[in-house]
């Protein structure tokens, strides 16, 4: 047999190449935009240790679960949630085929920019701009109106696309996980259906791994044609005491990591530091005023107060935004 | 440079396994215990299909949805849905702590074996019996109890586990489809914390792709300890109209395959064939009264009427369990 030299050491780099690529794929800095710090530390121990096969803290990869809120945790929520920029603009714009919201409130208030007015809406006030803007059709035009109001809104400060305004660090933590084995899931108090139209796309999440609230849908025919009708009733609150039970019903398991940044979220890190074995969890900190905003125990958007001293005395990972993070949205790496 | 032949054979071959590894698997027959007949054919004709890169039938892998029925599609259910017996062995279980079920309707007729009065129960009275036996526990508790019930009932015909009670040929469509790069989802109208803690172990469903009925829950501290109460207060109904429901709230997209055998998949079915693109909609007809049972129109469990003309018009795949499988259990196997 003839052997050819650099063919052999071509098929053996190949095979070497495919024995070794995951190996050294962790052995790079998977998180490029965090500082070195605690923060840093605890989550990159955290997944050495669930994916040590011969560690005691190993988890089977199908447990692998992390739960993330969306808004405060993943992307900003400054000055409102982006979803209520989608709310106003969906009233101006059904607002000529309902004539009499002129005249009626929630909806003249937003028709006129009454920004004091819509501060004092309430709870109810809400609901019902929410129902008029996201029900009465079916999940496929909802999803179409979705994505065509991401394609052309822009945030009213930074004058940037809403889904631009995503947290490097955090897509960062993404693939991190992703990568070591996790199936990462949004478990937000937002939009269900106003989520996973983008989801996948900007965070690697696909729409079936996408928990949050939602109003119920009907399943009608319509000329031969089956389709989701979406009502005016609601069907699941997915926020505070909400989260566990979304991630019950969607899950089934419970998760191993959870990220959130809310008073919101408290429930959602109790459920998961409550179980047996490793566990970590991360509370962030919004204390950037200039990169980003600064706010928690006494902002009404992302109140943070309850969790924040429950973060810090359980020993839960407490990231400061202006020391932790190097950047904070995509757009700024060079 | 000194080769030692045996070790480049080696290494060549270790090389040229890793690199077919895939595709001579898919060379092979992936589903041994169905007959060569129009049924197996189409479903292989779909696979090749929706997998082939250059094909105009093309789904990429994370469209590759299939939603399975669970009663009388995976696993059998006569003489009546296996989690009857469940709610059965639950009350009579529960009685010496309820002293009053024993004058007090429906918990009287289950106390007492009485078959008439059960079969007259009607949906209020079945409701009953499922409130009383699957709620006031924790989920944590709940997924015990079923565990340990499953580890020791036995099917009243055959004297066999529940779950030994599994299509053959199902499983290893499962198979077939999970090597395909397919995410398997059950949508069944079962209770969806009743299949949870065995569907990994039985079909390589992990609890995540389980969709089902359920009952609401709540979080609550207990003693410092964070629970979720099954509370007695039905959430949702997965059957029928609520299947395409279901699967639109916990997947987020629309199945290419989806595999029923009764009127209660018919709608779930419906919304999978109305989707852009290669379809595949089977169902199984129970045609073997022999080996497993023969029903259909007439049936009350597993009504198959309305899907089954349905079926026959659109030219979806219908099984017929006595031609087209050459076992029904895996202990069948020879």
Same mark, same amino acid.
């Given at each position: 047999?003839?052997?050819?030299i650099?063919?052999y050491r071509?098929?053996?780099?190949? #095979?070497?190449?495919?024995?070794?690529?995951?190996?050294?794929a962790?052995?790079?800095?998977?998180?490029?935009?965090? +500082?070195?710090?605690?923060?840093k530390?605890?989550?990159?121990?955290?997944?050495?240790?669930v994916?040590?096969?011969?560690?005691?803290d190993?988890?089977?990869p199908?447990?692998?679960?992390?739960?993330?809120? +969306?808004?405060?945790?993943?992307?900003s929520?400054q000055?409102?949630?982006?979803?209520?920029?989608?709310?106003?603009?969906?009233?101006?714009?059904?607002a000529?085929k309902? %004539?009499?919201?002129? $005249?009626?409130?929630?909806?003249?208030?937003?028709?006129e920019?009454?920004?004091q007015? #819509?501060?004092?809406? !309430?709870?109810?006030g809400?609901?019902?701009?929410?129902m008029?803007?996201?029900?009465?059709? $079916? $999940?496929?035009?909802f999803?179409?109106?979705?994505?065509n109001?991401?394609?052309?809104?822009?945030?009213?400060? $930074?004058?940037?696309?809403?889904?631009?305004?995503?947290?490097q &660090?955090?897509l960062?933590v993404?693939?991190?996980?992703r990568a070591?084995?996790?199936?990462?899931?949004?478990?937000?108090? !937002?939009?269900?259906e106003? =989520?996973? %139209?983008?989801?996948?796309?900007?965070? !690697?999440? %696909? &729409?079936e791994?996408v928990?949050?609230?939602?109003?119920?849908?009907?399943?009608?025919?319509r000329?031969g044609?089956p389709?989701?009708?979406?009502?005016?009733?609601?069907?699941?609150i997915?926020? @505070?005491? !909400?989260? &566990?039970?979304?991630?019950?019903q969607?899950?089934?398991?419970? %998760?191993?990591?959870?990220?959130? +940044?809310?008073?919101?979220d408290?429930? =959602? #890190?109790?459920?998961?530091?409550a179980? @047996?074995?490793?566990?970590? =969890?991360?509370?962030?900190?919004?204390?950037?005023a200039?990169r980003?905003?600064?706010?928690?125990?006494?902002?009404?958007?992302g109140?943070?107060? @309850?969790?924040?001293d429950?973060?810090? +005395?359980?020993?839960?990972?407490?990231?400061?935004?202006?020391?932790?993070?190097?950047?904070?949205? &995509?757009?700024q790496?060079k």
């Open positions: 047999m003839k052997i050819n650099p063919m071509y098929l053996l780099l190949s #095979l070497l190449l495919i024995l070794f690529a995951s190996s050294s962790v052995a790079q800095d998977a998180l490029p935009s965090w +500082n070195d710090g605690p923060a530390k605890a989550i990159v121990e955290f997944v050495a240790a994916t040590d096969e011969k560690g005691r190993y988890v089977e199908a447990e692998r679960i992390a739960t993330f809120d +969306n808004d405060g945790t993943l992307w929520e000055p409102m949630y982006f979803q209520l920029f989608f709310v106003i603009d969906r009233v101006k714009a059904l000529p309902n %004539p009499a919201w002129k $005249t009626q409130q929630p909806f003249k208030a937003v028709l920019n009454d920004i007015a #819509l501060a004092a809406l !309430g709870e109810k809400l609901l019902e701009l929410v008029a803007t996201h029900a009465g059709n $079916t $999940t496929e035009e999803e179409q109106t979705v994505k109001w991401l394609s052309t809104a822009k945030h009213p400060k $930074t004058g940037r696309p809403y889904t631009d305004l995503v947290y &660090p955090m960062e993404l693939a991190y996980l070591n084995g996790f199936k990462n899931y949004i478990v937000s108090g !937002g939009g269900i106003f =989520m996973r %139209p983008w989801t996948e796309r900007v965070y !690697g999440i %696909p &729409p791994q928990i949050g609230s939602s109003i119920k849908t009907k399943f009608e025919m000329k044609h389709v989701l009708v979406r009502l005016p009733e609601l069907n699941f997915d926020d @505070k005491a !909400g989260k &566990p039970v979304g991630i019950n969607h899950i089934g398991q419970r %998760p191993i990591a959870a990220f959130g +940044n809310s008073d919101g408290l429930q =959602m #890190l109790q459920w998961t530091a179980g @047996k074995g490793a566990r970590y =969890m991360l509370i962030l900190h919004h204390t950037d200039e980003e905003w600064a706010y928690d125990r006494k902002s009404k958007i109140h943070l107060d @309850k969790a924040l429950e973060g810090f +005395n359980s020993g839960w990972t407490v990231v400061d935004m202006k020391e932790d993070w190097k950047v904070i949205y &995509p757009f790496l």
